[in-house]
């Protein structure tokens, strides 16, 4: 069972490059969220998702869009990277409404040169 | 706005001394408060929720408790397999975000 899947797992981009992260889960869930975590700051929320075809903003939206066009794939995409972006992404999916829990993929180190 | 504050930042602990690990948080009204365990280089991982003040939850040598204004996390006579950071989390009622305090670092010395 591979559960929330995230690629790539590394990359390094130089400013003003774009970029789509993937997230993938085989579990059903309806939720998916996109978080970046910081030394110091935490795991802090960008966007996140209720269902398929819907988005919204989190804490720190600005610089990132999103798409969920298919429910088990949540993409994240940088138009114009700076390097303020560079951070470990995390993925998360939740069933919704029956359980609450977060399960999270295994991250994404961006560096932004 | 919602708010979580996680205490001590940092914590070292010999075997089998036991401590407890604080959340403090801000919400308009609770739904849900969740701890995440997270090892270096991974993804956190699921330990508790707690939905309401009074409510207990026991993992192993791990207990959650909960009021209205802060979460504890007790570790009992801890190993050196529990280092790790410990997250909180708090969900709001009609949102569906999940907030983030900073994590405690927890060493675990043999």
């Known amino acids: 069972n591979a559960g929330v899947t995230q690629t790539p797992k590394f990359r390094v981009l130089k400013t003003g490059q774009s970029m789509t992260l993937l997230c993938a889960q085989d579990?059903?869930?309806?939720?998916m969220y996109w978080y970046r975590q910081d030394p110091g700051m935490g795991l802090r929320l960008i966007h996140y998702?209720?269902?398929?075809?819907?988005?919204a903003k989190g804490e720190v939206p600005d610089g990132y869009n999103v798409s969920r066009l298919k429910k088990q794939n949540f993409l994240l995409g940088l138009e114009s990277a700076a390097p303020s972006q560079t951070s470990v992404y995390f993925c998360?999916?939740?069933?919704?409404?029956?359980?609450?829990?977060?399960?999270f993929g295994s991250g994404t180190q961006l560096s932004v040169l | 706005e919602d708010q979580v504050t996680q205490s001590p930042e940092a914590l070292r602990l010999q075997e089998g001394e036991s401590s407890s690990l604080n959340c403090s948080y801000t919400?308009?009204?609770?739904?849900?408060l969740f701890w995440y365990r997270q090892d270096p280089g991974k993804g956190p991982e699921f330990l508790f929720t707690?939905?309401?003040a009074g409510e207990e939850k026991e993992k192993e040598r791990l207990k959650a408790t909960l009021t209205k204004k802060e979460s504890f996390l007790h570790i009992t006579a801890p190993k050196p397999e529990d280092s790790a950071t410990y997250l909180c989390?708090?969900?709001?009622?009609?949102?569906?975000?999940?907030?983030f305090g900073t994590g405690t670092r927890l060493k675990v010395l043999a």
């Open positions: 919400v308009s009204g609770l739904r849900g």
């Open positions: 989390a708090v969900r709001s009622s009609g949102t569906y975000k999940y907030i």
């Open positions: 707690l939905y309401s």
């Open positions: 998702s209720v269902g398929e075809g819907t988005t």
């Open positions: 579990m059903n869930h309806e939720y």
């Open positions: 998360a999916s939740s069933p919704g409404a029956t359980n609450e829990k977060l399960f």
